[in-house]
């Protein structure tokens, strides 16, 4: 966990205080919607179909348990008790109302958190691997990287009027869990030959209306460097983004029209000019940042205690270990990621009664500690593998056991015409629909690792591109018509997917992704096969021809 | 910001209302003949050309104080003179998500 130090504090505090005074001239009309709007916005509030949307960060993915507890009471007291999870490690709630927003706002502050930056044309919540710190194998805890963002460009004037919203994500270790290659600057944690700590810089990424997979600007940039490097690549973007169209506006465009040499040799003049200045961090920011992000004592513990070699003789404790449990960087324990896909049930969504659960759960299993991943799910970092019989049991009883992370129900989704003012077509609907037809767990794993990725618009917040198969709703007519995509990817081999043919009805989506998912199982020359590997060796046509061969 | 009013020439097909949402709450209200804003879109008043519409749009408008972001929506008018909406996303403004919610599941 990190502990925020008293500026912060002040920060959050005050930054409520003035959202409250805010708000109350927009009640009275003293300040115009026109005027509120991007108050509004830096404090993550949106107006979405039925009400108004407030985003809350929740940076790097880390939850300690009363910060858990204060978004339940969020949850059950300002809104219709439940949150959403989305991609970027934040927690939407939907039908808030704009003048109890103060105090919703102060309720979080009293436990760190706060929106701002969750949403506008400024720096948004940095993101990183929700297995930060306890991954086995990762250079080190990219956290304490994120964090240092995060101090930097918070409230950064440079910052907060860019041409348009900027993400970045951090990873440290060699899978990406991160999606760093979808994002504006993605930041590989790395060791040189000298075994100094950097980060490969890509620059770039984005989906969307016009999606790129982000290009390394450099091999290597010395972590003492990485806030001069990311303030050049954004007085590069801040001086030639096209403020003039929104679709144009995003740094991806720029590097793409300049091309990345140019863009490149841009930062660098840039970079050269500032990177001996005050932006140089010295050791003792980062020891400091450091020191403030404490772990658990854990205990010397079996590789395999009694309790697991035990609980192994239970299919439903196995189907659920198999899938949800992975190695912990410390012998004896387990990281558990938490499902919020429930068969039938909306992806990411958590009922305030099951974040108190949680939050209670990883009191007494996981010295207090959560995760939130961008694949709309939870995780449990430091769990002892003697614990994990009774945690089973535990999430079991509150819904959150469901055995699917990875597998083809594990759906990222984005909340789509059902809530979005900007979505053409239902996302979540498609995705219960696709839980049902593959709630059988045991076809689910004979499917193997597969993701499904939806978004309701062009704006691909459901980071369709980026699915194993992805769907796109868009409006035609009139009419929900879809778009399937194949073939994408979003971890370290980041790939967009390959459009299939022409779109389908609301009512065909489902059975269109059981045609592939046939013609996956029928084409794969073994089991171990995954689906990715098969459309690599294949391409998309035995899919296109199977889908579109009675259609 | 460009006026709702200026963004584009008004046309309408069909029978229209004025929508919004209302600023204090964010919860969905209709442009009534009344001046007003009301939740219930049998209370809505309706437009049938675009001079009626552009006429309705204005006034919502010029109530930034009520109501905010509005703008011309189709509805059907059926022969008992019920007003239902005229498309899926009006339908789920004035009906609420077609899903169940997690809190009430």
């Not at chain 1, 509004?40 to 108004?52: E, S």
């Not at chain 1, 760190?112 to 990762?138: F, K, L, Y």
């Not at chain 1, 963002?149 to 869990?177: C, G, M, N, V, Y």
């Not at chain 1, 439903?316 to 068969?343: C, M």
Request: charged share 25%; with cysteine; hydrophobic share 40%.
């Amino acid at each position: 966990m990190y502990a925020y130090d008293e500026i912060d504090r002040t920060l959050v505090n005050e930054r409520v205080s003035e959202f409250r005074d805010q708000v109350k001239r927009r009640l009275s009309g003293e300040l115009t919607e026109d005027e509120f709007k991007i108050l509004r916005l830096q404090n993550g509030v949106y107006l979405q179909l039925h009400a108004y949307m407030f985003r809350v960060a929740i940076p790097y993915g880390t939850l300690a348990t009363n910060q858990l507890r204060a978004l339940a009471h969020v949850a059950r007291k300002y809104d219709r008790g439940y949150g959403h999870f989305t991609t970027r490690q934040n927690i939407q709630f939907n039908w808030i109302k704009l003048a109890e927003l103060p105090d919703a706002l102060a309720d979080l502050a009293k436990v760190g958190i706060h929106a701002m930056q969750t949403s506008g044309n400024n720096m948004r919540n940095v993101t990183s691997d929700q297995w930060a710190g306890v991954a086995p194998g990762e250079i080190e805890d990219p956290r304490i990287w994120s964090e240092l963002i995060r101090q930097h460009t918070t409230l950064h004037p440079e910052f907060s009027f860019l041409p348009r919203k900027f993400k970045i994500a951090i990873t440290a270790s060699d899978h990406d869990r991160a999606a760093i290659k979808i994002h504006d600057i993605g930041l590989r944690l790395i060791k040189n030959e000298k075994g100094e700590t950097g980060f490969e810089v890509l620059v770039g990424g984005g989906l969307g209306r016009t999606p790129f997979i982000a290009k390394t600007i450099k091999h290597f940039v010395h972590g003492r460097d990485i806030l001069s490097y990311i303030e050049a690549i954004l007085r590069v973007y801040n001086q030639y983004g096209r403020r003039d169209n929104i679709y144009k506006a995003r740094i991806k465009i720029l590097v793409h029209e300049l091309g990345i040499e140019k863009f490149s040799r841009e930062v660098e003049d840039e970079w050269q000019q500032i990177r001996n200045s005050s932006l140089q961090i010295d050791d003792e920011v980062i020891e400091d940042i450091r020191s403030r992000f404490t772990y658990p004592a854990y205990e010397k513990l079996p590789h395999m205690p009694d309790e697991l070699r035990q609980a192994a003789a239970d299919p439903d404790f196995e189907a659920w270990r198999k899938n949800s449990v992975a190695p912990h960087k410390v012998q004896g324990y387990s990281i558990v990621t938490i499902s919020l896909k429930p068969t039938g049930g909306p992806p990411g969504d958590a009922t305030a009664e099951q974040m108190d659960a949680l939050a209670d759960l990883a009191d007494k299993y996981s010295f207090g500690e959560i995760r939130v991943g961008h694949e709309q799910n939870l995780a449990l970092p430091h769990v002892a593998k003697r614990d994990l019989p009774a945690l089973w049991k535990a999430l079991d009883k509150l819904g959150l056991a469901t055995p699917n992370v990875n597998l083809i129900t594990d759906i990222i989704a984005c909340p789509g015409l059902d809530y979005c003012s900007l979505a053409n077509a239902r996302s979540i609907p498609i995705a219960q629909e696709l839980t049902r037809r593959f709630a059988n767990h045991e076809l689910a794993n004979l499917i193997g690792r597969l993701h499904i990725n939806i978004s309701g618009c062009i704006n691909a917040c459901g980071h369709h591109h980026v699915g194993h198969i992805g769907i796109l709703g868009v409006e035609k007519n009139g009419e929900e018509v879809y778009q399937i995509t194949i073939g994408g990817r979003a971890d370290e081999n980041a790939a967009l997917g390959t459009l299939i043919g022409p779109g389908v009805k609301f009512d065909e989506v489902a059975d269109v992704v059981e045609d592939i998912v046939e013609a996956y199982l029928a084409l794969r020359e073994r089991p171990e096969e995954l689906f990715m590997d098969t459309v690599k060796r294949l391409g998309v046509e035995p899919f296109k021809e199977r889908v579109y061969a009675t259609r | 910001m460009t006026s709702p009013l200026e963004q584009k020439k008004i046309k309408i097909a069909g029978p229209s209302v004025v929508t919004a949402n209302r600023t204090w709450d964010g919860i969905v209200v209709y442009r009534t003949a009344a001046k007003g804003w009301s939740a219930d879109l049998s209370e809505a008043a309706i437009v049938r050309n675009s001079d009626e519409a552009k006429a309705l749009l204005a006034e919502a408008v010029a109530d930034d104080v009520g109501a905010i972001g509005p703008y011309i929506a189709p509805v059907q008018v059926g022969e008992d003179g019920e007003i239902v909406p005229g498309n899926l996303r009006e339908q789920i403004r004035r009906t609420g998500v077609t899903i169940g919610q997690p809190a009430q599941v």
